[in-house]
């Protein structure tokens, strides 16, 4: 037994030298450019509580957002005029479902989402109107 664990004991300093290797070689430190802010990640611009459309894909160009306060569950709203969502979050805790169409039809495509935390950068179709349920 002595035999096993002198020779595992021997190799647990080389173990534990590849994983700080491994570690530090694959922290990468990303930087902008001067002047350049970096993107922030959706969870910071929509705020928890709210469903959050973008007209960019990988959460750019315009947002729009839904709450509670301003939606009435099971209701159709569609997005402001001129904001078709290529990209979304829902950190509603409730169920969202996002429309093709702008009043709802089921004709075109739709698929509801889970809350909260569900973020999507790509769209599966565009996004033009939500329908947040109890």
């Keep these: 037994m002595s035999g096993r664990f002198s020779a595992v004991s021997k190799r647990i300093p080389h173990a534990l030298l590849l994983a700080s290797l491994g570690a530090l070689c694959g922290a990468g430190v990303a930087q902008a450019e001067p002047g350049e802010q970096p993107p ?17 894909e990988f959460y750019s160009g315009q947002i729009a957002r839904f709450d509670l306060r301003n939606t009435n569950p099971e209701e159709c709203v569609p997005l402001p005029e001129g904001i078709d969502a290529r990209s979304f979050a829902n950190r509603i805790e409730r169920q969202v479902t996002v429309y093709q169409d702008r009043h709802c039809a089921t004709e075109g495509d739709f698929s509801t989402f889970p809350g909260p935390g569900t973020f999507v950068p790509q769209a599966p179709y565009v996004v033009r109107a939500i329908q947040i349920w109890n």
């Excluded at 922030?40 to 960019?56: D, K, V």
């Design 40 to 56: 922030l990640p959706p969870g910071f611009t929509c705020e928890q509580g709210e469903f959050c459309g973008w007209s960019g």
